[in-house]
């Protein structure tokens, strides 16, 4: 069982005028890896509120992936992945670039998201955008390769040399 956070970053929503849909989405898709949504915020896009509950998702709840999901687009109070990376001590580029390059398939647009992807300590930190729909389509992109991802950064496997055919 993975222990999932899930930080949503939202002025509407933590002021109650909207609806957190994409945290739902986040909820119903890390179940088929068997990630158990143990930690959930609503913040407003706010940079030290956004880094301030990242390090206490990481250090004090100590789980194994923490997924955003806001923040990642071009106004000026998109601040997810710079608090992400006031945070993170390794980057994950990859997984950002799978996501926008699949997303980019079914919307163009795909190539504004500036998300990024990191570790800090054991844990594992993805960016998502802040719709339903861009949530499922990043998801979809990256959840196969997550499990053996966390396996390797939280100590529970070691099996890298295995070819991807053999995964599938």
């Known amino acids: 069982m993975w ?8 002025d509407k929503g933590s002021r109650g005028e ?5 945290a739902d989405v ?9 990630g158990e949504v143990v930690a959930y915020r609503l913040v407003p896009d706010d940079l030290e509120v956004l880094k301030e509950n990242l390090i206490t998702m990481v250090d004090r709840d100590r ?16 601040n997810t992945p710079e608090a992400t990376r006031a945070v993170i001590e390794r980057e994950v580029p990859g997984i950002p670039e799978a996501m926008r390059a699949e997303s ?21 930190i993805i960016n998502l955008p802040g719709s339903p729909r861009g949530v499922r389509e990043c998801l979809e992109a990256v959840l196969p390769a997550l499990p053996h991802g ?3 950064l ?5 099996e890298c040399g295995r070819e991807a055919a053999e995964l599938k």
């Open 3 to 10: 222990r999932v956070g899930i930080l949503t970053a939202s």
């Open 104 to 124: 980019m398939k079914k919307n163009p647009r795909a190539m504004l998201s500036r998300a990024v992807a990191g570790i800090r300590h054991r844990t594992l």
């Open 63 to 78: 789980l194994d992936l923490v997924l955003t999901t806001g923040g990642t687009g071009f106004s000026p109070r998109d």
């Open 154 to 158: 939280t100590g529970r496997g070691g």
């Open 26 to 34: 986040i909820r119903e898709m890390v179940a088929a890896i068997d």
């Open 18 to 22: 909207r609806e957190d849909k994409s």
């Open 150 to 152: 966390l396996e390797i």
